[in-house]
Structures are given as structure tokens and as C-alpha cells.
């Protein structure tokens, strides 16, 4: 069996696959400035800061099928409308990762359902894929629990409020050997009739 899957793998290598949604420049970039005073005081390494992005599925697939993955994730994109985020205040997974709240995730999730729905396409590669049922800005994760503490103390009662418009879904690879994750495609959500398309795709 072994000797089977080392002749098959170069053959037939498998991708892993993110969708995102990111913040606008100025939320980013708030969030960075928050994340380096963390990394400072409370001694993160890098492994424990996130990019500060919605991440709303993660999932593998041969990379003989990313074209089809793509057409049918750009098919969900240009479904799903714009829509406004608003980020208030901190929320936390206890005891290992803190983030920004947030007041109004509905447009995410319903997202999160359209790609659910198309998971068919999405299973590959020997992984089931992963929905995010609630996605989050994280700003730390894999904290310990000294860190954790530290920190949800400091800022349980702090405010943070920031809002923008999510125009765009992002999908990321990252192949077999690779260790960074690249951008695939950049998509715009266009809040268009889709479903008569669908049927074409394959």
C-alpha cells in the first residue's frame, strides 16, 4: 500500500484551499498595531498571531480540480451580495484565543451556507472540508494559559468599534510544498441571478 501512494502522490498532488473575507485597509491596520502590542507585552511568537481575516472554510483538493473549484466558488461570489461588518468590543475563546466581537455576522454566515451547499466540489484530497459556522477576527490563537489570562483581563472591558463594507471573497492555496498560503483569486461579491450558469459549470 505504501508503495502504491508513493507512485500515486506526485501524480496526483493535493492543494489546501482557504476562502476569506478581509477588513478594509484602515481595519487592518488598527488590528496590526493592536497585534504588536500584544506580541510585545505578553511575549506572542508569530505562530500565535492571525492575518486578521474572516476565514469562512478551509478544505483540500486534487490540484487537478482547482479550476473547477474556483469557477463554482466564483459562482458563490457573484450570488452572495456586499455587506456591512460592524466590530465592537473583544470576545474570546476560552482559554486559548481572544479576537474583535462582532455585532452583525449574518452576511458571513450566509456565505458560509452558499459555500456548504456547493461542499460536493469542495471534498478532496482525503479531508472533509471545514465551514466555519462562526467565523471571527481573531487577533491570537494557541495562547497559553498565563497568556490568555493576561490578556482577557487587560482588554475584556476595553472598546474597540470599527465597520466596513465587505466587497470581496478571497480564495487562498497553498500547495503540498509550500508553506505559505498565496492568493488564488481575489472575487467580488456582485449580488447577481446565478443559478441558470450553475448548471454549465460541469
Same mark, same amino acid.
Given at each position: 500500500m505504501h508503495a502504491v501512494q508513493t507512485i500515486l502522490s506526485p501524480m496526483y498532488p493535493v492543494n489546501q484551499y482557504m476562502v476569506i473575507i478581509r477588513p478594509s485597509e484602515a481595519v487592518i491596520n488598527r488590528i496590526k498595531t493592536i497585534r504588536?502590542?500584544?506580541? =510585545?507585552?505578553?511575549?506572542? +511568537?508569530?505562530?500565535? *498571531? $492571525?492575518?486578521?481575516? /474572516?476565514?469562512?472554510?478551509?478544505?483540500? &483538493? /486534487?490540484?487537478?480540480?482547482? +479550476?473547477?473549484?474556483?469557477?463554482?466558488?466564483?459562482?458563490? %461570489?457573484?450570488?452572495?451580495?456586499?455587506?456591512?461588518? +460592524?466590530?465592537?468590543?473583544?470576545? %474570546?475563546i476560552p482559554d486559548h484565543s481572544i479576537g474583535t466581537g462582532i455585532v452583525n455576522p449574518a452576511g458571513l454566515k450566509a456565505i458560509v451556507k452558499m459555500l456548504r451547499r456547493e461542499q460536493r466540489?469542495?471534498?478532496?484530497?482525503?479531508? *472533509?472540508? /471545514?465551514?466555519?459556522? $462562526?467565523?471571527?477576527?481573531?487577533? %491570537?490563537?494557541?495562547? &497559553? $494559559?498565563? $497568556?490568555?489570562?493576561?490578556?482577557?483581563?487587560?482588554?475584556?472591558?476595553?472598546?474597540? =468599534?470599527a465597520a466596513f463594507v465587505a466587497e470581496n471573497m478571497i480564495l487562498l492555496r497553498k500547495a503540498a510544498n509550500q508553506k505559505q498560503w498565496t492568493v488564488l483569486e481575489n472575487m467580488p461579491l456582485q449580488n447577481l441571478p446565478v443559478f441558470s450558469q450553475q448548471g454549465m459549470l460541469f
Open positions: 504588536n502590542d500584544w506580541k =510585545t507585552h505578553f511575549n506572542l +511568537q508569530n505562530t500565535q *498571531l $492571525q492575518g486578521g481575516f /474572516f476565514m469562512l472554510a478551509k478544505f483540500s &483538493q /486534487f490540484a487537478m480540480l482547482e +479550476q473547477r473549484v474556483t469557477d463554482k466558488i466564483k459562482m458563490i %461570489a457573484m450570488e452572495a451580495a456586499p455587506f456591512r461588518l +460592524q466590530l465592537k468590543d473583544y470576545t %474570546a466540489i469542495l471534498k478532496g484530497g482525503g479531508e *472533509l472540508p /471545514f465551514f466555519n459556522d $462562526q467565523p471571527g477576527l481573531w487577533i %491570537a490563537t494557541r495562547l &497559553q $494559559q498565563k $497568556q490568555y489570562d493576561e490578556i482577557y483581563n487587560r482588554y475584556k472591558n476595553r472598546h474597540f =468599534t
